[in-house]
């Protein structure tokens, strides 16, 4: 899986024009990610998938953001949300799963939908912005709040591709291929079954049918750090494909003052593509061990009974955000002594810089509300949001 992932770097980068031109994943590139298999990494075994666990996940969608990342974070944002489905009663996963496992399922946490009460389940309507990968899916799950409930009621509410239409208001300084539109349901019926209550700010325990159905702990892990655990591992991906740029550079280049050697030997290039190298490294290091925390957190509760509560979710959350910031920072090293020549237009490193300039705006990377939240959650008080 990682091999194909690897072999794709360089097709992705060819494409990186049409993906952005588009607006949304290719076509090509959807084909190619379904025939990998990489829609199914951690789709569970049961409905035809790998359940390869989130090391894999990670490097793959790493590997893919490296060769363009927008198409990396369309993958991420949606071959990860089975691990969010997993929860759902039986018979959702069942009819989402058919007879052959194709499913892509965007998502979007924002509680901006609304539902009413009727038999069986609910009526939704709602507007869903940033709703990434909806071009390519065969599902859309939105949170809807049921108002005249008290308090209100927020559930996950999944609904079919032909349900929902899409307003192309994606025109964004970053990560302009990854079609992140608003999808738009009005006044659709959802099945009970089809919904699942979402988790407070407070981190309480929630109803989560399906989690019973699985032996491997990790569909019943928080679904916080996991989500971000998503982004993440594009930023990865965009600090690798940085430094691809600037080593290319580095060695075609010659320095703009005599005496014009190769700007490879100058050393404080040098010491720029080792400062970048390293925090990427670090990066890319604290990724791997946070998946292997949460796999081990989920374990304990499963088989100890040691909790994995919300004090561990959130620190694995400020985690994450700290990758992205080391990112964040050796990416804007290399694109400030690359030269004006890599502000031009079209020019992969000014792409890598906007990119993860656009990923930083994201709600759950703002670290200062994060780090009050943990501390509030420390200290024994409750926390104001989710991140």
Same mark, same amino acid.
Not at 44 to 66: C, D, I, K, N
Not at 266 to 275: A, I, K
């Given at each position: 899986?990682?091999?194909?992932?690897? %072999?794709?770097?360089?097709?992705?980068?060819?494409?990186?024009?049409?993906?952005?031109?588009?607006?949304?994943?290719?076509?090509?590139?959807?084909?190619?990610?379904?025939?990998? *298999?990489? #829609?199914?990494?951690?789709?569970?075994?049961?409905?035809?998938? =790998?359940?390869?666990?989130? *090391?894999?996940?990670?490097?793959?969608?790493?590997?893919?953001?490296? *060769?363009?990342?927008?198409?990396?974070?369309?993958?991420?944002?949606?071959?990860?949300?089975?691990?969010?489905?997993?929860?759902?009663?039986?018979?959702?996963?069942?009819?989402? /799963?058919?007879?052959?496992?194709?499913?892509?399922?965007?998502? &979007?946490?924002?509680?901006?939908?609304?539902?009413t009460p009727v038999e069986g389940g609910y009526r939704l309507s709602g507007a869903w912005d940033y709703s990434s990968g909806c071009d390519i899916a065969t599902h859309f799950i939105?949170?809807?709040?049921?108002?005249?409930? &008290?308090? %209100?009621?927020?559930?996950? !509410?999944?609904?079919?591709?032909?349900?929902?239409?899409?307003?192309?208001?994606? $025109? +964004?300084?970053?990560?302009?291929?990854?079609?992140?539109?608003?999808?738009?349901?009005?006044?659709?019926?959802?099945?009970?079954?089809?919904?699942?209550?979402?988790?407070?700010?407070?981190?309480?325990? #929630?109803?989560?049918?399906?989690?019973?159905?699985?032996?491997?702990?990790? /569909?019943?892990?928080?679904?916080?750090?996991?989500?971000?655990?998503? +982004?993440?591992?594009?930023?990865?991906?965009? *600090?690798?494909? %940085?430094?691809?740029? =600037?080593?290319?550079?580095?060695?075609?280049?010659?320095?703009?003052?005599?005496? &014009?050697?190769?700007?490879?030997?100058?050393?404080? =290039?040098?010491?720029?593509?080792?400062?970048?190298?390293?925090?990427?490294?670090?990066?890319?290091?604290?990724?791997?061990?946070?998946? @292997?925390? /949460?796999?081990?957190?989920?374990? @304990?509760?499963?088989?100890?009974? +040691? %909790?994995?509560?919300?004090?561990?979710?959130?620190?694995?959350?400020?985690?994450?955000?700290? !990758?992205?910031?080391? !990112?964040? $920072?050796?990416?804007?090293?290399?694109?400030?002594?690359?030269?004006?020549?890599?502000?031009?237009?079209?020019?992969?490193?000014?792409? !890598? #810089?906007?990119?993860?300039?656009?990923?930083?705006?994201?709600?759950?990377?703002?670290?200062?509300?994060?780090?009050?939240?943990?501390?509030?959650?420390? #200290?024994?008080?409750?926390?104001?949001?989710?991140?």
């Amino acid at each position: 899986m990682l091999a194909r992932a690897r %072999a794709m770097r360089g097709v992705l980068r060819e494409r990186q024009e049409r993906c952005e031109a588009l607006g949304r994943l290719p076509e090509d590139t959807r084909d190619d990610f379904v025939d990998a *298999g990489f #829609f199914r990494v951690l789709q569970p075994r049961r409905f035809g998938g =790998y359940e390869l666990g989130l *090391g894999v996940f990670h490097q793959v969608a790493t590997e893919l953001s490296r *060769g363009c990342p927008s198409s990396g974070w369309v993958y991420a944002l949606t071959a990860g949300h089975p691990h969010t489905f997993a929860s759902w009663p039986e018979a959702a996963q069942i009819e989402v /799963y058919g007879d052959d496992g194709n499913v892509v399922i965007p998502l &979007s946490g924002l509680p901006v939908g609304r539902i009413t009460p009727v038999e069986g389940g609910y009526r939704l309507s709602g507007a869903w912005d940033y709703s990434s990968g909806c071009d390519i899916a065969t599902h859309f799950i939105g949170v809807a709040l049921q108002t005249t409930a &008290s308090p %209100a009621d927020a559930r996950f !509410c999944l609904v079919e591709r032909e349900r929902f239409s899409i307003v192309d208001n994606w $025109d +964004v300084l970053g990560m302009r291929g990854t079609g992140s539109r608003r999808v738009v349901v009005e006044d659709v019926f959802v099945p009970e079954y089809r919904t699942l209550v979402a988790p407070g700010p407070e981190g309480a325990a #929630f109803d989560r049918p399906g989690t019973a159905l699985y032996e491997n702990p990790i /569909y019943s892990g928080p679904f916080g750090s996991f989500l971000l655990s998503e +982004v993440v591992a594009v930023a990865v991906g965009i *600090g690798w494909a %940085a430094l691809d740029v =600037y080593e290319e550079m580095l060695r075609a280049k010659k320095m703009s003052y005599p005496p &014009s050697s190769q700007r490879s030997e100058d050393h404080l =290039y040098q010491e720029w593509y080792g400062r970048a190298y390293a925090l990427v490294d670090t990066a890319e290091a604290a990724l791997v061990q946070t998946g @292997r925390d /949460y796999e081990e957190w989920c374990r @304990r509760q499963r088989e100890d009974g +040691v %909790a994995f509560d919300d004090e561990l979710n959130r620190r694995l959350l400020l985690r994450e955000q700290s !990758c992205v910031q080391l !990112c964040w $920072d050796a990416v804007d090293i290399l694109f400030r002594s690359a030269g004006t020549s890599g502000t031009r237009s079209g020019d992969r490193l000014l792409r !890598c #810089f906007r990119d993860l300039a656009e990923v930083r705006t994201h709600i759950t990377l703002q670290h200062e509300r994060s780090a009050e939240n943990f501390g509030r959650v420390r #200290f024994g008080m409750v926390p104001t949001t989710l991140y």
